[in-house]
């Protein structure tokens, strides 16, 4: 393959491949696996890796950069409308968060810490507000359950009946701002 392929082992039991924002191959492998296997892996999976290369180039081509002015715009937006809908949300969900905070992420629109602290990228501000309401609602259900399985899922549509369809919004607001 023309990509640097980065390997990544630890002691996990399975294979992942992504593809990074300057187009490297990152495969995380158990570290029991052979360089060897985990290249012929890559060769297997080339189909999917050069459509998300292209997919990867794509979002590249069309990325949104902001200025520090429009970012710290953007913060005092995205703190407002956080902390309103996470009051709201919390309430419904009997799920407290220990803190918020708005950061500059890139990569992803919110997180929840193991100590059940939430973080939400400033880029929050810039999406439909039912699409922004998923990611509040998908990171209170992270104080319930750490993981993305069925249980996750049921805390959130409870709450977003319509989740899914709140999902592609999300996505397709990622695709239209180039983030």
């Known amino acids: 393959m023309e990509y640097p392929i980065d390997i990544q082992k630890s002691l996990r039991k399975t294979v992942s491949i992504s593809i990074t924002e300057d187009l490297r191959i990152r495969i995380k492998a158990p570290s029991f696996m052979a360089d060897r296997d985990i290249r012929a892996m890559a060769q297997k999976y080339r189909p999917w890796i050069e459509k998300h290369i292209a997919m990867q180039e794509k979002k590249n081509r069309n990325a949104r950069s902001f200025s520090p002015e429009e970012v710290a715009l953007l913060k005092e937006k995205a703190a407002l409308f956080v902390r309103d809908r996470v009051m709201y949300y919390s309430a419904k969900m009997g799920a407290v968060p220990a803190g918020v905070k708005i950061t500059s992420a890139a990569g992803r ?9 939430l973080c939400f990228s400033y880029r929050i501000a810039l999406l439909p507000p039912e699409a922004a309401d998923y ?13 993305h399985g069925p249980h996750f899922y049921e805390e959130v549509q409870k709450i977003l009946p319509d989740y899914r369809r709140r999902i592609s919004l999300l996505k397709q607001a990622q695709e239209d701002l180039g983030l």
């Open 109 to 117: 629109w919110g997180s929840c810490s193991g100590k059940n602290r």
């Open 135 to 147: 990611v509040v609602v998908h990171e209170l259900a992270h104080i319930r359950q750490k993981n």
